[in-house]
C-alpha cells in the first residue's frame, strides 16, 4: 500500500517498521499521517509472518506533536462533535502484536503520547521528551496526563506537563519513560534487534505477556494478578509451550509454530 505522510518496510521477514515521514514539519502528526498509521499498524497486525512492530521517525524528530497548523483554527464544536484525537489515535491501544517506539529527537506533545502508547522506548542519546501543550492553551489531549505519571511518578509529570520544558534521554532513562539509551547511529540496531528477538518467541506468549503488562495499568493489583494467571494457566494449553520447556530440557533451540 502506497502511504504519503510514513512509509512501511520489513525486516527479516518478521518485524513490521514505519516510519513517520513528514520531515520538514518535524513529523507534525496530522490527521492524514495518523490515519496512515492506523493503518499500517493493523496490516502488520493482520500479517501473520510479523511479529513485531517498530515505529521511528528520524535523526531530529519521532515527531514534534499533533499538527499545530491543522489544530489552530479548531472550535470546541468541531474537536468534540469529531470526537478529534481518540478516533484515530486509539487503533494503537487496539494492536495486539508488541510495538517498539525507536526515539531519535523531539517527542513532544502528541510524539511524546505516541511513544507511551508503544509498549516501550528505546531513545538514542539525542531523544527529548515533552509535554510542551501547557505554551500552547492546551493540556495533552492523548492520553499523556495519564500515562506520563504512570511512567516517572506524579512529580516529574507535574513538572513536565506544568512547565512544558524538555527532558533529555538521560532524565528520561532515569525516570523510567524509556527502557535504554543508545548512541543514535545503534538506534536502529538496537531496536531492530530487539524487535527480532521477541518476533522468535512464541506468538501467544508474546501476546499474553504485552497483554499481562498492560493490565498492571488499568484495573487493581489484584485483578491484574488474577489476569495474570489466567493467562499463564492458559499458555501450557499451547504447543509452544511444549515445545519451548523441551527444548530448554534438552539444550537445544526452540523451534516456536505459534500453535
Ligand atoms: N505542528 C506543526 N508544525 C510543526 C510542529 C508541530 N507540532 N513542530 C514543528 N513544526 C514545523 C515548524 O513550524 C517549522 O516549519 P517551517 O519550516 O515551515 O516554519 C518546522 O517544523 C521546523 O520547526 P522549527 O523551525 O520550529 O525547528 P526548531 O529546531 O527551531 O524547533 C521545536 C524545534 C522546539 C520542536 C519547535 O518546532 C517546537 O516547539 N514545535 C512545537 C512543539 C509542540 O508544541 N508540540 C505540541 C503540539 S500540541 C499537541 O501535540 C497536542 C496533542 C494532542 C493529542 C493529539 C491530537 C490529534
Redesign the pocket.
Known sequence: MAYEFITTRTEGEKVGVITLNRP???N??S?AL?VELGQALKAFDADEAIGCIVITGNE??FA????????ATYTFADVYRDD??TR??ETIGGIRKPVIAAVSG?A????C?LAMMCDFIIAADNAKFGQ??I??G?I???G?TQRLPRAVGKAKAMDLVLTGRMMDAKEAEAAGLVSRVVPLDKLMDEALAAALMISGYGRMAVMAAKECVNKAFEGTLADGVMFERRLFHALFATADQKEGMDAFVNKRPAAFKNQ
Open positions: 520538514k514539519q518535524l507534525a502528526l490527521p495518523m531530529k524528530a514534534a506533536g499533533a499538527d499545530i497548523g491543522a489544530m478529534y484525537i484515530d489515535w523531539f513532544l506533545g502528541g510524539g503520547e510542551p501543550e505554551k500552547l492546551i495533552p489531549g492523548a499523556g
